[in-house]
């Protein structure tokens, strides 16, 4: 079976951690420090605050913007379940807008409509690894005086513009989870030029500490460890290597699966480097299930990002969430993703194109 993914972990990342072992500083410490200095200066912004995981960084920077009890947050449906999740530890409501059809991202044209009195802040998901559409949404933002919090979860290295996504907004987030782009095992980080938003972050994440044992605000114990960061450190080394070894798995499988009928291959937009997170193509017959058990048995991983609009899960629906977005509709039944990791080879690229052909002559 080619797996779906496989985190790349190799001797440096190990000698890394027994180093921080060896040191007896394993909680938050100088490998941290050097881990936020380093990622910082990657995105290109002034500030970077590592915590425990993706979900924790939305919370904190939602809470570092202000955002509570009676406040909205615009957002896609079309996401994990954390995006809005993190809306809701907050006392505020996830607000949730339809998606553009070809990038799966929030779609501008209609966040306009959606904006109310309560709105607070727009939360735009840079879905898959490619940039969501950014200038329109943050002009949006400006003429209403809302924060943009990028949820860039899945797009570490991802490029819209010219500019690098985690510097687009007033604060970005990214996870560290196995499978994402790169990984610290478990972990995340807000990215942001503001020094007051850095600040309230950093005193959030650990028990609301401004001094030690001093506590002048609720807190929580979002930390990241310095076990997580010596991860980190090695792996942002090879980022980039690994973001071009999906950029050109992704083109291959485009190549070919172009000429399969059946199936719709990733749109990507003019002036964006899509990094690839997921490789997800779209099932146009209406048989999915039919497709999902004939690729695994013949040895390719497959994963559905994501079956469900987050405001029809059952969380959503038990707190009266009633919306209509059709896209995410559609889409969430029509999507599969597959390999496309840097870890794979050409026989494996050769054999998922193969079995992809094969499902398109026993389905169409």
Known sequence: MIPIAN???????????????????????????????????????????AVSSGTTALHLALLAAGVGEGDEVITTPFSFAATGNSVLYTGAKPVFVDIDPQTYNLDPEKIQEAITPQTKAILPVHLYGQPADMNPISKIASEN??????DAAQAHGAIYKGKMVGALGEMACFSFYPTKNMTT??????????????????????HGEKER?????????????????????????????FNQKRIENAAYLSEHINEIKGIKAPFIMDEVRHVF????????NGFRDDWIKFINENGVGTGIHYPIPI?????????????????????????????????????????IVQV????SLNFI
């Open 277 to 284: 997170h997921q490789y997800t193509i779209r099932i146009e």
């Open 7 to 49: 985190p790349i972990i190799e001797d440096d990342e190990i000698q890394e951690v027994v180093e921080v072992l060896k040191s007896g500083f394993i909680a938050q410490g100088p490998k941290v420090a050097e881990f936020e200095e380093k990622f910082a200066n990657y995105v290109g912004t002034e500030y970077a605050v």
């Open 213 to 241: 044992y001093k506590h002048s605000v609720l807190g929580y114990n979002f930390r990241m460890t310095d076990i997580s960061a010596a991860i980190g450190v090695v792996q942002l080394k090879k980022l980039d290597k």
């Open 356 to 359: 992809l052909e094969d499902a």
């Open 145 to 150: 005086d809302l924060f943009v919090i990028e």
């Open 311 to 351: 405001y029809e899960q059952e969380l959503y629906q038990n707190l009266g969430f009633d919306y209509k977005c059709p896209e995410a509709e559609k889409a969430a039944n029509e999507v599969i993703s597959i390999p496309v990791h840097p870890s794979l080879n050409v026989e494996d690229l050769e054999k």
């Open 185 to 206: 095992s478990e972990g995340g980080i807000v990215t942001t030029n503001n020094q007051e938003m850095a600040d309230k972050i950093r005193i959030l994440r650990a």
